[in-house]
Every structure is written in structure tokens, then in C-alpha cells.
């Protein structure tokens, strides 16, 4: 038997390698004990090779909503699924994704006068996943994006029979945490005046990642939550913030507020405020009217953030400010 120390210690880094790359590439999926999940290409995690696990762990159903669906790698899972014979519907923005390759019975192209914006994707009936990706290569690699996963029957069931086609709210408790969710549009403005009531109810920070920041009523609530001293810090998409987003980007600036603009090629695609180190708002709803009263988009409320949650968010808050200018 060959005692050599060099072999021990080679061996010793080669299982540690092994141990880093499985568990780097092998993302965990939402479960009972561990409900509530946060994934962001940022913080080095694969939301493809996420999103396929999830597929690929699916054995009874699955529903998604996207605004584009062009992944290789994520249609292959959803055509073998097909074949599976699972229960599959997929409903998307025809404009965007105009040729699926898959089984003409589950594919539901939609075409209205808004966008189908929703990012949605539920297995098997209880688990779900929620945020700002689409499901093509550039969304899933290269964009900034946020999801979060969750194992929670009633948020499944709520969203495989309200998206895309019904508005809704949604509130319930999971370990102790609150979540509240809103389907849009919503033309009685309640998703509206929810989300600017968090806002007004910031005590110490407010840290805003938006990709189009338009809406005038949210641009005036970070104002007047700067004038209570609420330190308020804005980070928007350069190629936005140089378009469509610029007067909103100027008016924040006179007024003294940071705003931090992305850099580099890729799309700071973030849809998210984090508030108080204790509230995260995060979805596919930009802040434009357009999101709030004329596309199919979604947002939550996630209160009473867990320790690890914080640090989540940290990281990745500091992360978007390494890479902003």
C-alpha cells in the first residue's frame, strides 16, 4: 500500500475539487424544510442549470409563463418532459418567442395589447419559481437576474390557475415569513398604492435594482423617503438610463439621490427594492405605468427576511455596486 504523505494530500484536493464543482453546479431546489430559495447569476449561480434541474425533477406537472422561451437547453427539457406524457403548458408573448419547436397541445401563444411579461414556472403543483429572467440564453447567462424558488402548495396553486391570464392578490405565511403577491394589471391601483406604502414606511434604507425605472408616483415616493433621511440608492440599467429611464434618472439626481449605472454589455434586468434590510420586493414588474395597468406582470412582498436572506441580499447589493459605475 502506498503511504506517501504527497498521495494523501493529493487525493485529500482532488475530492475537495470534485465536492466544489458538484455543489457549484448542482443548485438546490426549494423543499419543505428549506421553502424559500434565492438564486442570482450575480452571486456565481447557473439559473439555467437551475431552472433544468427543476424541470428535470418534475413528474407530474409543469406550468410556465415567460415573456421569451429560446433556451436550447431549457426547451429540450420541456419537450422530453412532453414525452413523458406530464401535464405541460407553456403560455408566452408570441412577439417574443414567435416559433416554439414543441407539441402543438402544450404551447399557448398569446398576443394582446400588453405584454405577457410574468416570469413563472411551477412544478408539480408546489413548487415555484418567481423573478426576472426569461428563459433564453442571454436572460439566463449573461443579464443580471434575480429568482426566487418556492415549496409552497398554495403559492403553486394560486399562480398555475391565476397566470397569465386572471389579476390577483396573494398573502400567506410561510416559516413565520410573510408574502403577499400581486398579479397585474391591476386597474384599481391597490398593487400600486401597496407598493408605494412600503416605500413610505422605510425607516433607514431603500436599495432600488430596476432595469426601467419610468413611473412618476415611484420616482416621487424615493424622493420624499430621501427628504426623511432614508439613505436611498438607485441602480439602473446604463443602456435605460441613457433612454428611456433618463428623465427619471435626472430628476433622482438633483435631488441628491445616488444613482448608479450599470456597466458592461449585458442588461442589469433586476426588478427588485430591498428596504430596511427587512422587506424585498422583487418580480418582473418594472416601475412604468405600462407594467402597472397594461402588461401581464407580477410582483411579491417578502417581509421578515431571514439572516441568510440579509446576506443574500448584501452580497449581491454590493455585487451590483462593484459592477455599476
Known sequence: MN??????????????YIWFVFFSFSPKIPR???PIIFYSNQCRQDLRITLLKAIEKARNSIHLVMFGISDPSILRALEKK???SLVLKIFYDIRSSPFLDLPAKTIFPIKSS???HQKVLVIDHKISFVGSANCTTSSLSMHDNLIIGFHHKELAEFLEQKTPFSRGY???TIQDQELEGWLLPDWSA???QSLRSHLQAAKKTISLAMFTITHPLLVDELIEAYKRDVHVEVFIDLHSALGCSAPSVQKL???GIEVHLSQGPQLMHHKYVYIDQKTLIFGSTNWTKAAFTKNRDCFFILNNLTNSQIKFMNKLNKIISLESN
Not at 3 to 16: D, E, R, T, Y
Request: overall charge positive.
Open 114 to 116: 400588453g405584454l405577457v
Open 170 to 172: 396573494f398573502h400567506t
Open 253 to 255: 439626481q438633483r435631488t
Open 32 to 34: 419543505e424544510n428549506d
Open 82 to 84: 412532453a414525452q413523458d
Open 3 to 16: 503511504k506517501n504523505p504527497k498521495v494523501f494530500i493529493f487525493l485529500g484536493i482532488l475530492a475537495f
Open 190 to 192: 391597490k398593487a400600486l
